[in-house]
């Protein structure tokens, strides 16, 4: 799903406070915008990957500036070490635990290593190669000329959840009204999926469709 968005954090305010009249403060509501980001990215499965190998005796690792630990789906560790008798063949991949902080590790794992890094367990003996798999962490919106990173199609998602948010706090939460934006915000989540597993099936078809045509150029 591209994200090519024109929108500005302001004009997501503004339309938020025209749907629902609030006194929420800006730093509130830049907040509430970036977990929802957070969020829309997790739903919508926008995913990205990154690869590194290991070093002897070092168990912490950077991570990209998009990625945070909070952000991983899952890693995984070659199970054959790169050598001089072997330079290429990574063999297949195992996929590692995640450890939460100060939970007892007692298998092959990864753990917040603090400051964007990733820590392995246990210390790596040998090089071997890491994929990090982590749903994309989108910018921060820090001010409000600032743009959402979203398809503008799926600008609504911020507003809803959002909405959701401030409907629920307060000293008299609306639930009812929660919930109203939830179901929004859960149908939209749905459609965009759909499109976007119809778009990835149509791909092949396409691809059969190209090579065929070139085969029928050739004869």
Not at 3 to 25: C, G, N, W
Not at 154 to 165: A, P, Q
Request: net charge negative; hydrophobic share 30%; glycine share 4%.
């Amino acid at each position: 799903m591209a994200i090519m968005s024109r929108t500005t954090a302001k004009q997501v305010l503004d339309d938020i406070q025209t749907r629902l009249p609030h006194e929420y403060s800006q730093e509130s509501l830049f907040l509430w915008i970036n977990e929802s980001m957070k969020k829309i990215y997790r739903d919508l499965a926008i995913q990205s990957q990154y690869s590194f190998t290991t070093r002897a005796g070092e168990e912490l690792y950077s991570l990209p500036d998009d990625c945070s630990i909070d952000m991983i789906s899952h890693v995984t560790r070659s199970e054959k070490a790169r050598s001089q008798d072997n330079p290429y063949d990574w063999g297949g991949f195992t996929e590692l635990r995640s450890y939460l902080p100060e939970e007892n590790m007692t298998v092959d794992g990864y753990f917040d290593g603090r400051e964007g890094l990733l820590g392995l367990y246990p210390c790596p003996k040998d090089v071997r190669k890491i994929d990090v798999y982590y749903w994309k962490k989108p910018d921060m919106i820090t001010k409000e000329t600032d743009f959402i990173q979203l398809n503008d199609n799926y600008i609504d998602l911020v507003k809803y959840n959002v909405m959701s948010i401030i409907a629920m706090s307060g000293h008299n939460p609306d639930i009812e009204l929660a919930n109203e934006y939830i179901l929004l915000y859960n149908n939209l989540v749905t459609q965009a999926n759909e499109a976007k597993n119809e778009q990835q099936q149509r791909y092949p078809v396409i691809r059969d469709i190209t090579k065929r045509n070139r085969r029928r150029r050739r004869l």
